[in-house]
């Protein structure tokens, strides 16, 4: 566990060696997520890191283009 601070305005100092692990260099944007009272921060995945993943759900074409119809007729009226 490290220790930092909290700049004047608001700014997030975390330590170099943490920032080099978790590959937050200058101008990466990240997510911030409270999860149980603690804040997590994560780089955003690039597109290539997130088409590697196993999709969560799994729907097929037609589906999908009934459920967008069905959502666009729910929106018209």
């Known amino acids: 566990m490290q220790k930092s601070r909290v700049g004047s305005k608001g700014e997030l100092f975390p330590p170099k ?24 921060v ?6 290539e890191e ?8 799994e729907i097929t074409i037609e589906d999908f283009h009934k459920h967008r119809k069905d959502l666009s007729r729910k929106a018209e009226s």
Not at 17 to 40: F, M, N, P, Q, S
Not at 42 to 47: G, R
């Open 42 to 47: 994560e780089p955003v995945p690039s597109l």
């Open 50 to 57: 997130v088409l590697k993943e196993t999709p969560s759900v």
């Open 17 to 40: 060696d943490i920032r080099d692990k978790l590959g937050l260099y200058a101008h990466t944007k990240v997510i911030y997520k409270i999860e149980g009272g603690r804040l997590v």
